[in-house]
């Protein structure tokens, strides 16, 4: 990996990371393209790099975390059960990294927002007043939520399209699924990183930490401003035209990489 390759994976990652299409399954496809073998530093690269997000989250709600202090306990109860799984199935996860793996699940990811939007938007309609905030949120929704973000360790399922489709789905608001699925980040990313720099240090070399460090970076501030964006966007749109990007994204994939 050169660290042209570093900054491409990391700007990839940056963009994809809040956006629900999958960041691991860009990364995984833009590494293909750029002829990088799906090694374990490759592997480790695209996930500490992942850990810019963390910070980027941070960052956006720094002023606000000291009055979400309430949530604190529904984050760490969400956070659980794909702590638990990724743990216990870290081998059979790590073999999944292929693109026709990320391809299928690009495509099936996208169908089911495009239904999950359908049903959402009639609720949303008839019934306003039944969706819950984010200051209203339960233990109920969280560990929903949590059971959700499980899919998101398959290649390709995307983590905050796996949350916020959770969220939706048992009757969050819009804002509130997204801002969940943002906090959620803290915890379930930092903790992957965390777990994976003190197993995977002696696969990574001196040159390797240099493009950790550029790919880190590039990742960090082009995360704010894609966190930036869906913020205001999901303010006045939709879910869909995620839902129909992913369908055609993955079928492309399946014609030139299959």
Known sequence: MTLLDAIIVGIVEGVTEFLPISSTGHMIVTSEMLGLVQDDALKSFEIIIQCAAVFAVILYYWKKLPQMRHLLWLIVAASVPVAFVGFVLEDYIKSLFSV?????MFISG???????????AKKEKDAPESLISLENMTMKESLVVGLFQVFSLIPGTSRSGA?????LLFGLKRA???EFSFLL???VIGGVTLYD???SLDSLSQSDGINLIVGFFSAFVVAYF???FLVKFVAKHSFVIFGYYRIVFGILLLIFFR
């Open 100 to 104: 026709v793996v990320v391809a299928w």
């Open 110 to 120: 996208g169908l089911v927002f495009i239904l999950v939007e359908y049903f959402y």
């Open 163 to 167: 949350t916020i489709i959770g969220g």
């Open 176 to 178: 509130a699924a997204t």
């Open 185 to 187: 980040a803290i915890p």
């Open 197 to 199: 720099l003190s197993t």
């Open 226 to 228: 894609s966190l930036k």
